[in-house]
Every structure is written in structure tokens, then in C-alpha cells.
């Protein structure tokens, strides 16, 4: 099993930047892939970024790209997601997850292991 445990969420003004970390645990075949999701209240849960573990291979939605970087320690335990640029639209419950296959970029579907989240509330 893996296990995924987030930190570093918190409340920020607009404009203003947080990084967000993902600790991973378990076999490192099951998470060949980590991605980062969000859901804001009453709104689906949307896929943010995605990183091919051990490489630079990574994945944004338009809606982060250019604001948010993923990246990963070298001994890909752990996650991190860089936010910059934030916006009050931008506040949600933000989810690490782990999968071990791929199909293509942050597909909901193929990510098996969840974190409990952290939560980004961004101001005006």
C-alpha cells in the first residue's frame, strides 16, 4: 500500500505563493506517477499537475500552467507543488495522489492512492 500525507497548505492573499509538500511511502512501483488535485466547494475535483517519477517528465492544466511547478526530492519520496501567481479561484482542498499505470495526463482514473488533502484558501 501507499501512503500520501500533505502539508503545507494555508491561507495566502492573492498574488502571493505557497508550496505544498506530498510525503510518499510504500512500494515505489505503485506510484510510478504523482499528481496533485483540487476541489473547491460544490465544484468537481479537477487534476492540477502531474510528474512521471524519477524523471522531468510533467504535466499541467492550462489553468495552473506558467504559475504552478511539480517537482520531486531525488529520492522521490517526496512531492512538492510550487504555487505562485495565486488566485482567490485557486482556493480548494488540494489532494496528492500515486498511480501505476498511465493512460494519460491526470486522468482521475489511474490514480489509486489518495492523501487526506490540504487545504489553499487564497484572498483578496
Known amino acids: 500500500q501507499v501512503q500520501l500525507v500533505e502539508s503545507g497548505g494555508g491561507s495566502v492573499q492573492a498574488g502571493g505563493s505557497l508550496r505544498l509538500s506530498c510525503a510518499a511511502s510504500?512500494?515505489?512501483?505503485?506510484?510510478?506517477?504523482l499528481g496533485w488535485f483540487r476541489q473547491a466547494p460544490g465544484k468537481e475535483r479537477e487534476g492540477v499537475a502531474e510528474?512521471?517519477?524519477?524523471?522531468?517528465?510533467?504535466f499541467y492544466a492550462d489553468s495552473v500552467k506558467g504559475r504552478f511547478t511539480i517537482s520531486q526530492d531525488n529520492a522521490g519520496n517526496t512531492v512538492y507543488l510550487q504555487m505562485n501567481g495565486l488566485k482567490p479561484e485557486d482556493t480548494a482542498m488540494y489532494y496528492c495522489?500515486?498511480?501505476?499505470?498511465?493512460?494519460?495526463?491526470?486522468?482521475?482514473?489511474?490514480?489509486?492512492?489518495w492523501g487526506q488533502g490540504t487545504q489553499v484558501t487564497v484572498s483578496l
Open positions: 510528474i512521471y517519477s524519477g524523471s522531468s517528465n510533467t
Open positions: 495522489a500515486a498511480a501505476q499505470e498511465w493512460k494519460y495526463w491526470l486522468r482521475e482514473a489511474d490514480f489509486i492512492f
Open positions: 510504500g512500494p515505489t512501483y505503485l506510484r510510478n506517477y
